[in-house]
């Protein structure tokens, strides 16, 4: 979705919360989230793989499993199958599809892009998890082979139930896995609230393939937002996109 797009088109993957997370169950897409109304107007592809609910009652990707770790295994190699097929059946651009995601999702879009770099341009993740739970990027950095992933990271610095210190060790883990553990910032911006709910602490590291962005969101919980992508509002939610479709392999 949309299906109305012609061959060549960027593709963004997203990838649900649980069910029960406000805006996080894909049923909800259409009505709540800015990724839809921005593919309408940049034209890009979406496409929400569903967990099962039979696999998990509340409808979590099983992110703890050992076989999401092991590239052929698991639930991760059933989103990349996804993926390669929306690929070849919405003959999307294969330079240029991304992977993005919340809460669960949010760690398997790392889970996948680590065990699978060669089908994505960027990631975004947020209330995430780092590939491994390593916070040094090891991990990634070994299952990737080395490739560099532009990657954008949203936590809010309130949220309760995965705490701000799992969003630092996701961005550590990205600037391990990119090339540059412990790099200092080339830029940090302080985003006011307005449209969006909460201001936002946006610091960036690295450039092109290598780029890290991190985005605090101060005030916010577990939850997305109003635009159903990110902790923020739409305006958080756009600059992501606009991210991800600035990549390209």
Excluded: C
Aim: hydrophobic residues 40%; glycine residues 12%; positive net charge.
């Amino acid at each position: 979705m949309p299906r109305t797009l012609g061959p060549g088109r960027p593709l963004i993957v997203w990838l649900h919360g649980a069910s029960r997370v406000r805006h996080g169950d894909p049923r909800e897409l259409r009505r709540t989230s800015t990724l839809l109304i921005e593919a309408d107007r940049l034209g890009y592809a979406v496409v929400a793989p569903r967990q099962s609910l039979r696999a998990d009652p509340a409808g979590t990707w099983r992110i703890v499993d050992p076989a999401n770790l092991i590239r052929g295994s698991g639930e991760a190699s059933i989103v990349a199958g996804i993926v390669r097929r929306s690929i070849r059946d919405l003959k999307a651009d294969p330079a240029r599809v991304y992977v993005a995601g919340h809460s669960a999702g949010g760690a398997m879009a790392l889970d996948v892009a680590a065990l699978y770099p060669e089908l994505f341009a960027g990631i975004s993740t947020s209330a995430g998890m780092p590939f491994a739970a390593d916070p040094t990027g090891e991990a990634t950095r070994r299952a990737r082979g080395g490739m560099p992933l532009p990657t954008f990271v949203v936590h809010g610095d309130r949220d309760s139930f995965a705490p701000l210190f799992v969003g630092t060790a996701t961005v550590s883990a990205a600037l391990g896995a990119n090339g540059i553990p412990g790099g200092r910032p080339s830029s940090r911006t302080v985003v006011p609230a307005g449209p969006d709910p909460y201001r936002t602490i946006v610091t960036r590291y690295g450039s092109g393939q290598r780029e890290v962005v991190s985005a605090v969101v101060i005030g916010a919980d577990h939850p997305t937002g109003p635009g159903g992508l990110t902790v923020n509002g739409p305006a958080l939610d756009r600059r992501v996109i606009s991210f991800l479709l600035s990549k390209h392999r």
